[in-house]
């Protein structure tokens, strides 16, 4: 029975160093503090740019289409010639109304001769009153009829260079919209004929709607001082980027916030003026801009790699001195320069895993690797775009 029983006891024994040579070695990760950088609170908004000028090219006379003076889509100044309306029919009738104002004049000068003659006639004997007084009538009748007549004589001057269509504003030209040869219809209606477009350049707006909360905290976040009629004190910095591009490297400023608040959707409308001397944004093309809603404050920052998820939290590993990984709650912030900001739940001396998540489990004893929080987001981009 000894015999047996020591048996059995080697073996156990045998055993359990079997089961301490197969446990796992600690999982390797890296880690780092986090990063401390002077950041500010900011909103994002998606919205539209618009034209600061737009203008509908019309005609205001009607004719026949003679010339067009650009070619589609240039670029064009104020005063540039755009197209050319027949001249033929209203150069003959301006000169129609130059001889009318002759002949009225005319008539002008032979009523007031007529009329000094019945004055030097000796009254009740030569000439009656009545005869004098008609005189009178006809001379005020010439008169008007002159002023008549030169008043046609500038409205048709008006027409003959409505003929020459000139660009209202400097700008960007959209396409021709009739050929020549064809019939304009000008005028005041609402039939005339569009012709063009333009649209301005430079500088260019940018449209989009704030709800009202974030418009008040803006509110509050301007300096009385600054405040104005225009724009309530909220000059706030604002910086936006295009659909293709990662980083917000349009700088701008906000130049209008609407008088009401949307009552369906609670929304306000807000314009911001960007400089576009390269003409690369475009009317009707999106963006996304960024609104800064509070002064530059210390905050930390770590990698994403570095943050999971339980269920609606979110934590980051924070490492002891004993390399034990200890689950923190934290409460996130926006993205800068690559990196997330933690706004509550981290300590400055902490010591987090930035690289490694998955092979962690609270409790668990890791291997810790030093590194950079900027370091283990610049090698997590460059696996991800390999």
Known sequence: MLLVASGLSGCGEEKSNAQTAAAPPAPVVTVAKPVKKLVSDYDEYVGR??????????????????????????????????FTIDRRP??????????????????????EADLK??????RGTSITQQTLDQRVQTKR??????????????????????????????????????SVGNLVTGGST??????????????????????EQSYLRYLRAASDAQADSTDRGMKLPVSLKLIDEKDFMHEGKIDF??????????????????????????????????????????????????IGTEQVRKFVFAIGKDDVATPK?????????????????????????VNGLMRVRPGVKVAPQQATAEAATAKDQAVRTN
């Open 49 to 82: 740019f618009v034209a600061v000028d737009f203008v509908e090219v019309r005609a205001r006379v009607s004719g026949y289409l003679d010339k067009i003076h650009f070619t589609d889509g240039q670029m064009v100044k104020a005063g540039d010639p755009l």
């Open 90 to 111: 209203f150069q003959a009738a301006l000169e129609q109304s130059k001889a009318a104002v002759s002949q009225a004049q005319a008539n002008l000068a032979f009523a």
């Open 117 to 122: 003659r019945g004055e030097n006639l000796v």
């Open 141 to 178: 009748v010439a008169e008007a009829n002159v002023t008549a007549q030169e008043a046609a004589t500038r409205q048709a001057q008006l027409d003959l260079d409505f003929t020459e269509l000139t660009a209202p504003i400097s700008g960007r030209i959209g396409d021709r919209r009739v």
């Open 190 to 211: 609402g039939t005339t004929t569009l012709l063009a477009t333009i649209v301005s350049v430079d500088p260019i707006r940018f449209e989009f709607t704030m709800d």
């Open 257 to 306: 916030v609407d008088n009401v608040i949307d009552r369906s959707s609670g929304t306000i409308r807000g314009r911001a003026v960007f400089a576009n001397a390269d003409g690369k944004l475009t009317p009707g093309m999106f963006g996304r801009i960024r609104i800064s809603a509070s002064p530059p404050a210390e905050a930390l920052l770590v990698p994403d790699t570095a």
């Open 329 to 353: 709650y934290v409460t996130l912030g926006p993205v800068v320069d690559g990196l997330r900001v933690i706004t509550a739940g981290l300590a400055p001396d902490d010591v987090v895993i």
